[in-house]
């Protein structure tokens, strides 16, 4: 059914392909009534314009693994002159929806669809698709990718962005839909870790691959395919399911995987195997956004080819970690390609200085293989950061009868990010003739530079201020970036202010993190002169409107005190126009209160006509206060008549620690009482 409308439009994809053979080896795109695709020199996406089943996709290979000729212009993902049986679902708050335009066949047939946005567009060398489902925006972008093991664009990048353009939050998640194939062979065994997967699978948590791969044969392959899950720019998927295409085409989100099912399609005779991958629903805010992305394309593995063909896979660069270095997988695979059973095989795994196991043997002992019989094996390797740079492994293959064989391949351990940071700020700050610093705010800057081979993720820069200095309301005192590149450097900048107290050298220190690299520290201090310390009247406001029958107006009056260094005492008066205002209460201000507690003496002062004397107290038993601004007290006055009064501090006396007087500059209010307009 499936398989010989397959071969007929194979046919067709051949006679295309040969005619695109010549193309030059950048993106290309082209498009026809319902088909739009981007190529390059190793694989094609082409996608569905629509209307129906808009924004389904396949891939296939142009000119694949450049070492060998056999997997030109091989299918990957069905479906090369006609996109239909790969499809993706939306999950939203229980209900599940297929992205894109509706379909009148198997895959996702009778299945809610949302609405087209965009019908697939090629845009600076992606295809773009936007769907809305209810409140979710889903945008589709299919464009090309390095793979994990190649190294070269040769995979295609899936990625789904959805955003909450509601007001209120939803649950969603995703399920892509892949109908892999290798060329003419739609039954493959996939292949993950140490384990050939022929039969149905559902694997969750930590049974999810970093990746996948697929071929028909070690000693003569047509194709090798690779569905990439865990790598940079990729979200992994929660859950994947492995089975045949027709049990996962008709259901749209949950299937019932029955252990040990082989891949026959259901309902029909041939193998059909599929793949599904799901990102479990989770609840998006409004205006919040979630991405799911994996890539397919070509497998990079290393043959060589006799009685015992071997393969060997592993990623073709790493990253070293200086921190939490975390392992990758090395994979072997053995075919008894000769005419006779092999006996007491073994595979052996070679490692050069740079690398390491982290758990288990070097050698797996594989016992008999019968002809044409596959195995496979894999180690977990950690680099050890010494040496660094273009590395070789090798695995060997030995029998009792058969001859031995050996395979080598490249990996590239990339240094670390290496942070390094400069702090700066103004050495020095000045004061004004108005008694204040400056400047004040001032600006301290950060620079983070990597000069690491790898890009340092999840940059993470803070500012420590000492006593004495606080950030601004506009500043954050952490700052990140997501990624800083290789022989990048990202400047931040705070903004701070000046207490006051303490003075003198006060140094303040930064620290940039990122994903597996060694935190980068930087100081620089700055100079804060002392203040004369300033006594001032600080009216709540200065112009007010005059009491009316219905209601007082009343002003508060603070005498402050900035900066407060070793203050035990404080004894002052105060004079006032009486025929403008008139005090009704004096009280104390934090001066005089210590842990909640009032401390004594106290006096609210006398007073007598436009005057209050000997407002003031003292700490008692209490520890001398340092702060950078303290309030001694608060009057509260009531406006009596229009006019314009000062409000001005006599015989002002400030006592320090062992009793010593504290030199202090006065600074006067004033309060401006406005008439009432007279009603017209």
């Known amino acids: ?50 209307p129906e089943e808009a924004g389904r996709f396949a891939v296939d290979t142009t000119g694949g693994d450049p070492s060998r000729s056999s997997d030109d ?16 679902t939306v999950w939203v708050d229980g209900a599940p929806h297929v992205f894109g335009g509706p379909t009148g066949r198997r895959a996702g047939l009778n299945q809610l669809t949302g609405t087209l946005l965009q019908a697939p567009t090629v845009a600076e060398g992606e295809i773009i698709c936007v769907a809305r489902i209810g409140d979710i925006e889903v945008t589709q972008e299919l464009d090309s990718s390095r793979s994990l093991t190649t190294r070269v664009k040769d995979a295609a990048r899936i990625a789904y962005h959805l955003t909450n353009r509601g007001e209120v939050s939803h649950r969603v998640g995703l399920r892509i839909l892949l109908d892999t194939m290798l060329g003419s062979n739609d039954g493959a065994p ?10 149905a699978v559902d694997l ?9 791969q697929a071929f028909d044969s070690l000693s003569q392959p047509t194709v090798i395919s690779q569905g990439t899950l865990a790598a940079p720019g990729l979200s992994p998927p929660d859950r994947v399911v492995m089975a045949d295409w027709g049990t996962l085409a008709d259901a749209p989100w949950e299937v019932n995987v029955s252990a040990g099912a082989d891949f026959t399609r259901r309902g029909e005779e041939a193998q059909d195997t599929a793949v599904a991958l799901y990102w479990d629903p989770t609840a998006l805010a409004p205006g919040e956004s979630r991405t799911c992305a994996a890539m397919y394309g070509v497998g990079g593995v290393s043959l060589s080819p006799a009685e015992l063909s071997l393969g060997l896979t592993a990623p073709a660069e790493v990253d070293h970690q200086s921190e ?20 007491g095989v073994v595979l052996t795994l070679e490692l050069p200085d740079g690398l390491k196991l982290s758990e288990g043997r070097l050698a797996v002992e594989v016992g008999r293989l019968a002809p044409g019989q596959t195995r496979q094996a894999s180690w977990k390797v950690l680099s050890t950061g010494d040496p660094m740079g273009q590395l070789q492994i090798a695995l060997t293959a030995t029998s009792e009868n058969l001859e031995p064989n050996r395979v080598v391949r490249e990996i590239i351990v990339n240094s670390p990010p290496q942070l390094s940071l400069q702090l700066s700020a103004p050495e020095e700050l000045a004061i004004t003739p108005e008694n204040r610093y400056s400047p004040n705010p001032f600006v301290v800057r950060v620079s983070v530079s990597n000069r690491g081979a790898q890009p340092g993720r999840n940059l993470v820069v803070s500012l420590t201020l ?22 990048q450097t990202l400047s931040f900048t705070w903004t701070v202010r000046v207490l006051g107290l303490p ?15 060694r935190p980068a520290v930087g100081h620089c201090a700055v100079h804060v002169p002392e203040l004369t310390a300033e006594v001032l009247v600080h009216p709540a406001q200065q112009t007010v409107p005059a009491t009316t029958d219905e209601r007082p107006t009343l002003v508060p009056v603070a005498v402050k005190l900035i900066p407060a260094r070793g203050l035990r005492g404080a004894l002052f008066s105060l004079s006032y126009d009486p025929g403008v205002v008139e005090p009704l209460f004096v009280s104390r201000g934090e001066a005089f209160v210590d842990a909640g507690r009032l401390l004594s003496p106290w006096s609210a002062g006398q007073h007598h006509h436009g005057r209050l004397i000997d407002i003031g107290g003292r700490r008692g038993e209490a520890l001398p206060l340092d702060a950078a601004e303290v309030t001694l007290c608060t009057i509260v006055f009531m406006v009596k008549a229009p006019g314009r009064t000062a409000v001005a501090l006599e015989r002002v006396a400030l006592s320090g620690a062992e009793e010593g007087k504290i030199e202090c500059r006065v600074v006067n209010g004033h309060i401006t009482v406005q008439a009432m307009e007279e009603e017209r």
């Open 503 to 517: 003075t003198g050298r006060l140094r303040l220190s930064a620290r940039a993190s990122a994903a597996g690299a």
């Open 73 to 88: 212009n091989q299918v990957l993902i069905y479906g090369s002159s006609d996109p239909w049986t790969s499809y993706t």
């Open 1 to 50: 059914m499936r398989g010989l409308i397959g071969a007929v439009l194979l046919y067709g994809l051949v006679a295309l392909c040969l005619l695109a053979c010549a193309a030059p080896a950048t993106w290309a795109q082209g498009r026809s009534d319902s088909l739009l695709a981007i190529s390059n020199e190793f694989i094609r996406i082409r996608v569905n314009s629509g």
């Open 204 to 212: 969750s948590g930590e049974e999810v691959p970093e990746y996948w």
């Open 190 to 199: 996939l292949r993950a870790g140490d384990r050939a997967i022929t039969t």
């Open 324 to 343: 939490e270095a975390r392992p990758f997988s090395i994979i072997a695979y053995l075919e008894n390609s000769g005419g006779f059973e092999a006996r």
């Open 466 to 487: 000492p006593r004495g200095l606080r950030l601004a309301e506009e500043s954050a005192a952490i700052q990140v970036a997501e990624l800083l590149q290789a022989s």
